[in-house]
């Protein structure tokens, strides 16, 4: 039970008669003064002390009370199909706003103005976002070029006894040869008689394998994405390898090897692309005590390309030269015939990594599916 009090002291009487009626009937109210008290439970005594206290507080004017609200506020539910609630409620301007994340809906309060001001924002904004199919061709070229050549000689003497032959020479191999230093997995080779010394037979065999081979490998990763969305797609494997751990044993972990494309496509007004892209080709390297190692190849950009146009995006050229040479030791030092006596290794490779990306606005699904089955 509560009652509302004056503070003015010509209406004391009146307070008096309101606090008598409470007694009887459990509430009291001055329909032109907030003030309310609780007289439930309260003695006689205690109430009079209490309307004293009133009369003695000076009046400010002002009262704890809470803020009106306009008769004419409104709230409305606005479900959304494409954006997300929480990107479109900071540009809501209404006496209130909130959204409901279960079923992404905004709850708008306000005037009538401001709920057709939300609306209308919000059917400008709340719009399926264009996709973007993004294509890109690693094309790794290749350009081997290697070649051996060797010698290998001997002198033999031949003297049968019947059915038995004996052969004289140094470091003697199934053939009788002095000097073996072919090449190595030789594509053909030649043998000639090149003199006669008595009963002697020195024979010279030339070998040679020359190898040359050019080849590309291409990758052609595709994804497709929303415009400011973030995508990512990989292929490769995960090699294993160990590592020690703060205890001592050793555990076993993996590394990636993977081929990646990592792409966040921007389509502007006028229908071009904005790609912020990284490309990675990793392949598994030479082993090491640690582990393999990883060969890295990659390109990281930012490009404007248009609709369907084709650019190169970078390209890294490797180039690895090596020769060798095998001799025998004095022999091979000898003026004219030294050559006789060693082989010769030279090795030129060079590789080159070119990638190429093709993006593609789609406008609708099934754009999407024919733009994927078409791609070659």
């Known amino acids: 039970m509560s009652m509302a009090l004056p503070r003015s002291l010509t209406q004391r009487m009146a307070a008096y008669l309101l606090v008598l009626m409470s007694l009887v009937g459990g509430s009291a109210a001055l329909a032109d003064e907030p003030m309310r008290i609780d007289v439930r439970d309260m003695a006689l005594e205690e109430l009079l002390e209490q309307i ?7 009046d400010t004017g002002t009262a704890d009370t809470p803020a009106p609200v306009g008769n004419d506020a409104l709230t409305r539910f606005i479900p959304l199909k494409y954006a997300q609630g929480d990107s479109l409620l900071p540009l809501i301007d209404a006496e209130s706003a909130r959204v409901d994340t279960r079923t ?10 401001q709920l057709a001001e939300a609306q209308a924002l919000i059917k400008r904004l709340d719009i399926p976002v264009r996709q973007v199919l993004i294509e890109a061709r690693i094309v790794i070229a290749s350009d081997d070029f290697s070649d051996e050549l060797g010698v290998r000689f001997g002198a033999r003497r031949e003297k049968s006894f019947g059915d038995t032959t ?49 080849g590309e490998i291409v990758s052609s990763p595709r994804v497709v994405t929303a415009s400011h969305q973030r995508a990512e797609i990989k292929q490769g494997v995960q090699i294993p390898f160990e590592q020690a751990t703060s205890s001592g044993a050793t555990s076993i972990a993996f590394r990636e090897a993977v081929l990646g494309l990592v792409v966040t496509p921007q389509i502007t007004p006028d229908n071009h692309i904005q790609l912020a892209l990284a490309v990675n ?7 090491t005590p640690d582990g393999p190692a990883i060969n890295t190849q990659s390109v990281r950009t930012n490009v404007l390309v248009a609709d369907g146009e084709t650019v190169v995006l970078g390209g890294v050229f490797e180039q690895t030269r090596r020769t060798g040479l095998r001799r025998v030791p004095i022999l091979a030092d000898l003026p004219g015939v030294g050559g006789l006596f060693q082989r010769r290794v030279r090795v ?6 070119l990638v190429f990306v093709t993006p593609r606005i789609l406008e609708n699904p ?11």
Request: proline share 4%.
């Open 52 to 58: 004293e206290a009133l009369e003695n507080t000076p």
């Open 281 to 287: 080709q990793d392949s598994r390297g030479e082993e």
């Open 366 to 376: 099934a754009a999407m599916a024919n733009a994927v089955e078409s791609s070659p």
């Open 348 to 353: 030129d490779d060079r590789s080159e990594l």
């Open 104 to 113: 992404n809906t905004l709850v708008v309060t306000g005037s009538p103005a």
């Open 166 to 214: 004996f052969q004289l020479g140094g470091t003697r191999d199934a053939d009788g040869l002095l000097v073996d230093l072919p090449a190595g997995n030789a594509a053909g080779s030649a043998g000639i008689a090149i003199g006669k010394v008595g009963s002697y037979l020195l024979q010279l065999e030339l070998s040679a394998m020359e190898s040359e081979n050019r």
